[in-house]
T-cell receptor, first 115, second 112 residues
Framework: GAVVSQHPSRVICKSGTSVKIECRSL??????MFWYRQFPKQSLMLMAT?????????EQGVEKDKFLINHASLTLSTLTVTSAHPEDSSFYIC???????????FGQGTRLTVV | DAKTTQPNSMESNEEEPVHLPCNHS???????IHWYRQLPSQGPEYVIH???SNVNNRMASLAIAEDRKSSTLILHRATLRDAAVYYC?????????????FGKGITLSVRP
C-alpha cells in the first residue's frame, strides 16, 4: 500500500513555543490530507481537512489560529502547534488519500509532549 | 453521519478465527463500510472496506448483512500481531473531502 511518513515521531517542547509536524505522501499524490489528535485511551478526533493549495477546513472546536495547517504541495502537509501548552500534549496523526473513493493511509503519528 | 456500534473488547486464541461484529442500523445507501485497525502507539492501518457484497483480501474478510445494517470482520487465523483496536467506520461516498469519523472501536486481545 501507499506510504505516509510523519516527522518527527516524537517531540518534547517547552510551553509557549511552536512545533511543526510534517506529513508526506512518499509514493503518491495526496489530494486530501486529514489531521487527527488522539489523547491516551481515547479514539482519534479529526481536527481538520486540507486540500492542496487551499485553506484547511477545521472541525468545530478546533482553533485554526493555534493549529496552523499548510498543504502547499500534493505530497506535503504541515501542522504547526503554536504557543503550545501542556494540554496540547497528544498523539497527532495525519492521513492522506489519493482520490474520492480510495482508502486512507495514515502516518505513524507524532507524540507531542509540552513541558 | 451514520453511527456504528461495536463491543468494547474481545479475546481470542492464537491461530483461531476471530469474528468482530459491527452494527450500523442507520446506514444509508451511499455509505461504505470501512475497517481500520490501530496497533499500540501507531497510526491506524486500513484493513478492508465494502458496500454490499462480501469482500476478501490478504488481511481479512468482510461479511455484510443483506440489509446492510450489520457487518462482521473476519480474521481467519489470529496471530499475536493482530492484537489491536479495530474500528468499524461508515464513510459516505460524496466528495473528495468525505472524512473518516472514528468511534471507540473494539479492542482485540489474542492469547498465545
Amino acid at each position: 500500500g501507499a506510504v505516509v511518513s510523519q516527522h518527527p515521531s516524537r517531540v518534547i517542547c517547552k510551553s509557549g513555543t511552536s512545533v511543526k509536524i510534517e506529513c508526506r505522501s512518499l509514493d503518491f499524490q495526496a489530494t486530501t490530507m486529514f489531521w487527527y489528535r488522539q489523547f491516551p485511551k481515547q479514539s482519534l478526533m479529526l481536527m481538520a481537512t486540507s486540500n492542496e493549495g487551499s485553506k484547511a477546513t477545521y472541525e468545530q472546536g478546533v482553533e485554526k489560529d493555534k493549529f496552523l495547517i499548510n498543504h502547499a504541495s500534493l505530497t506535503l502537509s504541515t501542522l504547526t502547534v503554536t504557543s503550545a501548552h501542556p494540554e496540547d500534549s497528544s498523539f497527532y496523526i495525519c492521513s492522506a488519500r489519493t482520490g474520492r473513493n480510495t482508502e486512507a493511509f495514515f502516518g505513524q503519528g507524532t507524540r507531542l509532549t509540552v513541558v | 453521519d451514520a453511527k456504528t456500534t461495536q463491543p468494547n473488547s474481545m479475546e481470542s486464541n492464537e491461530e483461531e478465527p476471530v469474528h468482530l461484529p459491527c452494527n450500523h442500523s442507520t446506514i444509508s445507501g451511499t455509505d461504505y463500510i470501512h475497517w481500520y485497525r490501530q496497533l499500540p502507539s501507531q497510526g491506524p492501518e486500513y484493513v478492508i472496506h465494502g458496500l454490499t457484497s462480501n469482500v476478501n483480501n490478504r488481511m481479512a474478510s468482510l461479511a455484510i448483512a443483506e440489509d446492510r445494517k450489520s457487518s462482521t470482520l473476519i480474521l481467519h487465523r489470529a496471530t499475536l500481531r493482530d492484537a489491536a483496536v479495530y474500528y468499524c467506520i461508515l464513510r459516505r461516498n460524496t466528495g473528495a473531502n468525505s472524512k473518516l469519523t472514528f468511534g471507540k472501536g473494539i479492542t482485540l486481545s489474542v492469547r498465545p
